[in-house]
């Protein structure tokens, strides 16, 4: 006999995570409550906490359920995988996943598991204190746009912050690792969001009035992850089961940061957490440049201590462009931003975009970087990216640094808009590849 876990407190984020799972009545149902949606703004170390919580709960086997929490397990149970890489796959131009196809092909339902994805990261036997070993989670075989600008020159590429290549860090179209939640992903599968081709129809369309801005549901969410090789960067071994650890062509791996992003807000609220040792992965000759973050007022829940996911700290959140006194709101990651920590989450990914002639916004990341370091960029850059005119005549300093876009980067000299924003989301406009073959009907307008 089984019985279906529920929940029905107001105002809960993403209760169909957990709807429906079956719990068997014998076993303790470790399931925590899902996060109100509320605290995104009113908590929001207490929001990124909860999120942390729900999404790095061991999944169920995604042939029963993706994107579902095993409620018989507890949090960093040893061979556990997380909840979060039992969603899709976005893939990479060059690596297709699960949601961006080779041939910008409509992408299957939710639950089909045909396409081959990467083997999913575990809690490592030793990272646990206190825990009994129930089992693993089946491991999945490997699979085998524009350019973001975590992949250009700043980052490392003699001691590569990612793996080498095995579906998520090979190929072009942003940094590591993301998947998609159930409404992300749907969302992008209705409205024909999977392909190059489609992203033009889409823009031409809303030129035209016959589709709307595009706004994902309130329940979307996507993860980034970014991980480290353990021997090309010289960890200690006997720090290697403080980490998630991944494995690749007998190489392991560990998770070094996890980027968080929810629809719970309009600009949606972002979150990122990062593994304790971040900073002593670096060298004198190049070292790692702690990132903009925040303090953080809820800190690690107690329910944590003893297992893997006590290692890792919360770098901060962010929920607006600036802050009611016009302040800039920064936040940023100290191995992803590297070279560029002084920046904006939510500023660089306001400028993903697409348009009627195909493509998005040119330079729109560094374009956002220019408003708040452009000493990073270099000055000269930055005054044909924004304009003379944000800056102090004959000095190398901008007049004010801002947090929100520039309203002239979307519209041509008459005020017609001609980039229109994806809703934050830059898997979209940097994974979407070219069509060869025709579209189904529906997604000609």
Known sequence: MVKAFHLIAPLLLSSALFQGVAVAATDHNYCQSAPLRSDAVDYPSKHAWDLFLMLNHPALDRRIARGQPDCTKPIGQTGSTAVWESWRNAGKIDVPGE???????EPPDWNDNTIKDEKPGSVPPAAV????????????ASSSADASFHDLALIDRINPQFSPGDGVFKGKGAFGETRMNRATYEFIKKNCLWSANGLRRYAEAFLEGKKPAIQFP????????????????????????????????????GLETLHILTKDIPDWFWASFHHKDQLSIGSAKDP????????????????LDGTVWQNYVLGGTQIEFES?????????????????????CITCHATATISAKGGGMPEGQQKAICLLSPETIGYDDCRKLIGDRYFVPGKDEIVSTRGAPLPEWYYDKSDKLTYLPTDFLYSIPQRAQVETSSPPVRCIW
């Open 99 to 105: 949601v961006f196809l080779e041939g910008g092909t």
């Open 129 to 140: 204190d206190a825990m009994s070993v129930l089992g693993n989670i089946e491991a999945f």
């Open 218 to 253: 309130t329940d979307s969410m996507e993860v980034k992850a970014a991980w480290i090789d353990f021997e090309t960067q010289k960890i200690p071994q006997d720090k290697w089961d403080t980490y998630y650890v991944a494995e690749y062509n007998g190489r392991k791996f």
């Open 288 to 303: 790692i440049i702690k990132g903009a973050e925040h303090e953080d007022a809820f800190g690690r829940p107690k329910i």
């Open 324 to 344: 009611s006194v016009g302040v800039p709101s920064q936040l940023s990651d100290a191995v992803v931003e590297k070279g560029f920590v002084t920046s904006s």
